[in-house]
């Protein structure tokens, strides 16, 4: 079901321990918990992840018109300690859009890697007054920005206890979370008429 296992810091192909999948080594920053992902996404994969996984698995709900998901990743096998679902659409501003929503247990290091932030949880960066919210699982969800380059913008904030990511491009494309955005964990629910999209650009984390 998986492709190749990648470093969730840096997206770069890591050698996975054997006998043990939930820990392998890249060659940039050590031992990591590898990230595995789907090439084609499909409802029987994400229920296989999302069956016994120890994090949510974010989507918007309801969807956005014209909104799908594109890609699915996950940290942690079995019980997925990091999942990654990936969304593409029409951007509010015109053009296209992509956003990438991660939950993870702290230390993971996945939300860092898209984020481009160079160590495995946000520290500093959440302080002062949060930036926006989003309601997930009909609980408020404050996030606040953190600093990125300048082809998309990341926010972070806490749900279910671990931290929860939500990072888009373009940056313009911020503007998703204007409108009151609520999230459904897919554990919860995983309904049959989610769509389903080709393969987005950002499901791996990196430049």
């Not at 919210?133 to 996030?143: K, S, T, Y």
């Not at 990072?167 to 503007?175: E, G």
């Amino acid at each position: 079901m998986s492709a190749s296992t990648v470093c969730p810091r840096c997206g770069e192909r890591v050698v996975v321990q054997p006998g043990n999948s939930a820990q392998a080594w890249c060659h940039v920053h050590g031992a990591v918990t590898p990230l595995h992902h789907t090439l084609l996404i499909a409802h029987d994969a994400i229920a296989a992840v999302t069956a016994d996984a120890r994090v949510p698995a974010w989507v918007p709900d309801p969807m956005p018109p014209g909104w799908s998901v594109t890609g699915l990743a996950w940290g942690g096998e079995p019980g997925a300690r990091a999942i990654v679902v990936d969304c593409a659409g029409p951007a509010p501003l015109g053009g296209s859009a992509e956003l990438v929503l991660v939950a993870e247990e702290p230390g993971t290091g996945v939300g860092c890697g898209y984020a481009g932030l160079p160590g495995p949880d946000p520290g500093d960066v959440i302080s002062g007054p949060s930036s926006t919210h989003v309601e997930a699982a009909g609980q408020r969800a404050p996030l606040w920005a953190v600093p990125t380059s300048d082809d998309r913008a990341a926010f972070v904030g806490e749900a279910y206890g671990v931290w929860l990511w939500l990072v888009v491009w373009p940056m313009s494309a911020a503007w998703l979370l204007a409108e009151d955005l609520e999230l459904l964990d897919l554990r919860e629910r995983l309904y049959p008429d989610l769509p389903l999209g080709p393969p987005g650009e950002h499901l791996l984390p990196g430049p």
